[in-house]
């Protein structure tokens, strides 16, 4: 069973997965938006390193890999899908915020934010609730609530400021995650100074204009 994965991004313009080189095998391997955000970010002569999820079962007998770059990010992932609704494929594509932001919406029982997950929705997300409160404390990180109207803004370097806006294109806008990549790419590769979110966002804008 394949744990953990390091190699070269070959392709990450798919709506659900990446595609990794490693050993001289293509890989693919799916990854939340949230994360794919991260790996967007980094730069391209950088190796990817992943800690997998491995899925298979007697209804789904062609494995499914799952990748997290941080492995509290996948032992959070673990107890996510232990909630009866919720299975590996949905729980990956409701993942568009920071596992800590998702952990202390479930600890405060905030149910709104959490039914804003993308397939979650109200009842889901109370489920959520009843089955995991008290369980996820440690992974709980309320800082990791930012908005763009932090007065604080991150580096465009840092990961967390694309993973915000491309929260911001797929859970309001309604972009894919890929379409969002590809708009913040072109929009950083055009303004290399942006320094807000605000302000990579207006310059999505102008892009699409």
């Known amino acids: ?33 949230f994360t794919r ?47 009866s609704a919720i299975g590996p494929m949905k ?15 479930i600890e405060d029982k905030q149910v709104s934010l959490l039914a804003k997950l993308p397939g979650i929705g109200v009842r889901t997300a109370e489920k959520i609730i009843a089955t995991l409160h008290g369980k996820t404390r440690e992974f709980a990180e309320r800082t990791a ?9 991150p580096s465009p370097d840092n ?7 491309t929260g911001v294109l797929v859970d309001q806008l309604g972009h894919s995650p890929a379409s969002a990549q590809r708009m913040i790419r072109a929009a950083l590769e055009k303004n290399p100074g942006i320094q807000t979110p605000e302000a990579l ?4 804008y102008q892009e699409g204009a």
């Open 1 to 33: 069973m394949i744990g953990y994965l390091e190699g070269r991004l070959l392709d990450g313009d798919d709506t659900d997965a990446i595609l990794v080189l490693a050993g001289q095998v293509g890989y693919e391997i799916l990854v939340s938006p």
């Open 37 to 83: 955000a991260q790996v967007m970010a980094q730069s391209k002569d950088t190796s990817v390193q992943l800690h997998i999820y491995y899925h298979v079962t007697e209804r789904q007998p062609k494995p499914i890999l799952i990748g997290f770059l941080e492995k509290k990010d996948k032992a959070f992932f673990q107890l996510f899908i232990s909630v």
């Open 91 to 105: 729980a990956v594509k409701a993942m568009i915020r920071p596992v800590g932001e998702i952990a202390a919406a």
């Open 145 to 153: 609530s930012r908005t763009l109207e932090t007065s604080d803004p």
């Open 159 to 165: 990961p967390e400021t694309v993973a915000l806006v």
């Open 201 to 204: 966002l207006d310059a999505i």
